[in-house]
Nanobody, 122 residues
Framework: QVELVESGGGSVQPGGSLRLSCEAS????????MGWFRQVPGKKREGIAW?????SIADSVKGRFSISKDHGRKILYLQIFDLKPEDSGMYYC??????????????????WGQGTQVTVSS
């Protein structure tokens, strides 16, 4: 059973920063493909960042978002700088239990956390 618990969301002003965390339970944490996705009500879940030994960032947020893994603590991070109102949404951590992400589509990810809400407004 894979358990993912996100944290670190909140309400911030534009230009602020946040670091989201995803604590994972699986033994294969160090090798599995993991990703962050964002969902806004009424819209499809959007891929933001992925990690499969190397980081990949969606073009829409490149330069402001970064993804990393703490292998010892089994935590996946999403660091966000220069937050904008359009960054608001529920952020989900997900696992694709393969060594390589190959694709970044949400339908390819098998396990999901409950999400952490990010709200950016002045």
């Amino acid at each position: 059973q894979v358990e993912l618990v996100e944290s670190g969301g909140g309400s911030v002003q534009p230009g602020g920063s946040l670091r989201l965390s995803c604590e994972a339970s699986m033994a294969s944490f160090s090798v599995d493909c993991m990703g962050w996705f964002r969902q806004v009500p009424g819209k499809k879940r959007e891929g933001i960042a992925w990690y499969d030994g190397r980081p990949s960032i969606a073009d829409s947020v490149k330069g402001r978002f970064s993804i990393s893994k703490d292998h010892g603590r089994k935590i996946l991070y999403l660091q966000i700088f220069d937050l904008k109102p359009e960054d608001s949404g529920m952020y989900y951590c997900a696992v694709r239990p393969t060594p390589w992400c190959q694709t970044h589509d949400s339908s390819d990810f098998s396990y999901w956390g409950q999400g952490t809400q990010v709200t950016v407004s002045s």
